[in-house]
């Protein structure tokens, strides 16, 4: 949970990625455009969980002092 927090703008966009992935395959329109491809939606999700465990080098074990 720490990690998901001192990394919250790489968890937001992550979670936002895998929103926007699912609300794809549910045939929402996003921005006025038809729904995205399946594969492309399940590789926006799969990014956006990437994003949500990715660690930010300089917050977590960076050379960085908080």
Known sequence: MK???SN???TAGGALTVGLGVA???G???AGQAPVDPQVAIGL???GMALIF???GN???G???Q
């Open 45 to 47: 999700i799969t990014g």
């Open 54 to 56: 990715a660690k930010d």
């Open 8 to 10: 919250w703008k790489t």
């Open 63 to 65: 050379s960085t002092r």
């Open 24 to 26: 794809s395959l549910l």
């Open 3 to 5: 990690s998901f927090l």
């Open 59 to 61: 917050v977590t074990g």
């Open 28 to 30: 929402v329109k996003i």
